[in-house]
């Protein structure tokens, strides 16, 4: 039998418009708080809101988007999502007060959050059950190069342009984020409305059909480390000014995509032929490893050197989780596990975003970035005891079960 091809119309269409969400995301993530302060004056606790505000109502929104997800069907909702998210960026021109940029940031972040669980699920239906690792390792990939793209572009054309040109830019790629999704034309996706379109809708909505009880394992530990994760999205160009390194913070996000790229085709190959704790319990090593070398970074060199380790650590351990959880999940439930997936990450994020301000100015950035990796360290105790220690025993038990069964 050949191949199962990976590279399809449908999946570089999806992984594009991803990109150009997450590039929408990043961009706006660190123009917006610069804006409030400067030109809307406000406190730094109110910038801060500006994001949180934003992750906040994507959060919640996503158990039911995933609902929504099975009742009408992935396509319909992605094109739905993706409609708000473009309309919301629309309106960035127009708020003139805090209050009225918070209640945007809310409305935005429902179209991204029900955006970004309709493309996970949509993913994951695309990539060949053969080739799971290595094609959620490329589509994580386009979220990953928007991380990098993203704040550069942002902040290049705030200072060269100032923030009218910024808004131009956050529609225009918000636009191609829906053309793309349009494109996006699978006969499985279309088919999903047509065997699952009134079930959900006769029963009462409960618990269990907002929460994929499957990714609520994986999804705890991703958290865990996300929480370490987002003080590098927040604060290393603040650590870098700290150490005298701000000319090339610019370049950390650059190589860290870069050992990201160059990884890529053989870490999610590999997680497809040996398993995901072959990946796993490595790359949490290197992300420990990366903490440690970036919190006694004191000239360029290491700094960077930090960035590649934490680029193949932690760009190899997200991919994975959102692998394991999708594959956990039965085929009709995959829109519900990316939604509460991707919840419970983003909370750990979102936490650890506010958190570690508080502690890196008691202890400082460089001492904070040192200890985590301590912290780091202690995911792999909590992989084993919640994820795959958990996974041996159901594996030994269908073993057992197999003998029995030919036996009688």
């Not at 409030?36 to 994507?58: I, Y």
């Not at 604060?235 to 370049?251: G, K, M, R, W």
Request: proline share 3%; with cysteine; aromatic share 14%.
């Amino acid at each position: 039998m050949g191949k199962q091809k990976l590279w399809t119309k449908d999946f570089i269409n999806i992984s594009l418009s991803n990109f150009f969400v997450f590039l929408t995301f990043y961009y706006l993530l660190v123009t917006l708080p610069v804006y409030s302060l400067n030109e809307l004056h406000t406190t730094k606790l109110e910038a801060g809101l500006v994001v949180t505000v934003f992750l906040f109502s994507a959060i919640i929104i996503r158990p039911f988007a995933g609902q929504w997800i099975e009742a009408k069907g992935k396509r319909k909702i992605l094109l739905l999502s993706l409609f708000i998210f473009m309309g919301g960026s629309f309106f960035y021109f127009i708020p003139d007060s805090i209050i009225s940029l918070l209640v945007l940031r809310f409305l935005h972040g429902i179209g991204f959050g029900m955006a970004t669980t309709a493309a996970g699920a949509i993913v994951a239906d695309l990539i060949p059950e053969s080739r799971k690792g290595e094609g959620m390792g490329y589509f994580v990939m386009s979220t990953n190069l928007a991380m990098v793209i993203g704040p550069f572009v942002g902040l290049t054309a705030l200072n060269k342009a100032g923030i009218y040109l910024v808004f131009i830019i956050s529609v225009f790629c918000a636009v191609l984020a829906f053309i793309t999704g349009c494109f996006i034309n699978n006969p499985k996706l279309i088919q999903t409305v047509v065997r699952q379109g009134t079930l959900s809708i006769k029963k009462k909505l409960t618990i269990q059909d907002l929460i994929e009880v499957s990714a609520l394992r994986i999804a705890i530990v991703s958290a865990f480390l996300g929480f370490i994760y987002a003080s590098i999205l927040s604060f290393v160009s603040v650590f870098a000014q700290e150490i005298n390194l701000l000319e090339v913070s610019s370049f950390f996000f650059v190589v860290y995509a870069v050992i990201l790229i160059l990884s890529r085709p053989f870490t999610g190959k590999w997680f497809d032929l040996y398993g995901a704790n072959k990946i796993i319990y490595p790359a949490i090593i290197c992300f420990a490893v990366g903490m440690a070398v970036l919190g006694i970074s004191k000239s360029a060199l290491v700094f960077l050197i930090a960035a590649a380790l934490i680029g193949l650590g932690w760009g190899t351990l997200f991919p994975s989780f959102q692998t394991i959880a999708i594959q956990n999940a039965a085929p009709n439930r995959r829109g519900t596990a990316t939604a509460t997936f991707l919840s419970i990450y983003d909370l750990g994020v979102g936490i650890g975003s506010s958190l570690v301000g508080m502690i890196s100015a008691k202890i400082g950035l460089g001492s904070f970035y040192l200890y985590s990796s301590v912290y780091v360290l202690i995911g792999i105790i909590l992989y084993y005891f919640i994820h795959d220690k958990n996974t041996r025993l159901l594996l030994k038990e269908k073993r057992t079960e197999v003998p029995s069964q030919n036996a009688g």
